[in-house]
């Protein structure tokens, strides 16, 4: 059974499918696979001392998976023979829900930690999501970088903390 | 010529609706298309030194030429992922 690897939907995700697609994926590929790391991001009850009651997510969907296969090709350059799949989660998210899931497989552990955390930071630099808290007493739109794909600085710096 | 213009989260916000469509000259860049953007929504003009833009689902550069009939999408800062 295959998966889809970037996908971007309103749907619960599960981590599960997607580490045994990767996994799956490098058997019978010279040197097969030795590792899988994966990442899950959740709906946090606080953001700066403030508790959240929940949060939304919107996305300008087909350019977001166009953003997380971008990434792949990055991942691919700096990390060959690397299989990675990232979904995330848009719509309104409860405390505990999982907003992101990242699985990467490769044939030693380092290239699968580094091209897992690696995908985290450029998703956060260029994938077109918004994220919109909702508090007791207010609401507020959560505004970090400007997305540029061609920025090499800030590729460079989700690299550096990748393989830090 | 006539680009239909996509606004997503605080812009969309701002300007009250999800797209909307904008007259341009020939010749006309992205940048031409937010100029009228923000003169029509003033609220808009602070995040000229923040957005992203797309051009018909692409990413694009401020300076790219529009031709008739193109969908501009202009992106405030991102923050999918994990905070």
Known sequence: ???TRFLVTESPL????????VETSLRGVDPGCGAVCTFIGYV????????????????FVP????SLE????????????????????????????????IAAASAHRAQAFAACRYAIERIKQITP??????????????????ADV???????RARAVACA | MRVTVQLFARLRELAGQPELTCDVPEGATIATVWQELAAAYPALEPFGRSISCALNEDFARMRSSVRDGDTVAFLPPVSGGAW
Request: hydrophobic content about 45%.
């Open chain 1, 129 to 146: 999501i918004w994220k919109h808290e909702f508090f007791e007493d207010g609401q507020a739109w959560v505004e970090g970088a400007t």
């Open chain 1, 14 to 21: 599960a981590i599960e499918p997607l580490a045994a697609d």
């Open chain 1, 150 to 156: 061609e920025d090499e600085a800030a590729r460079e």
């Open chain 1, 70 to 101: 971008r990434i792949d090709r990055e991942v691919q350059a700096d990390w060959p023979g690397t299989a990675l799949a990232i979904h995330h989660r848009i719509g309104r998210l409860a405390i505990g829900e999982a907003s992101v899931v």
């Open chain 1, 44 to 59: 946090r009850a606080t953001h700066q001392g403030r508790r959240v009651q929940h949060l939304e997510y919107e996305a």
């Open chain 1, 1 to 3: 059974m295959s998966v």
């Open chain 1, 63 to 66: 350019l977001a998976v166009k």
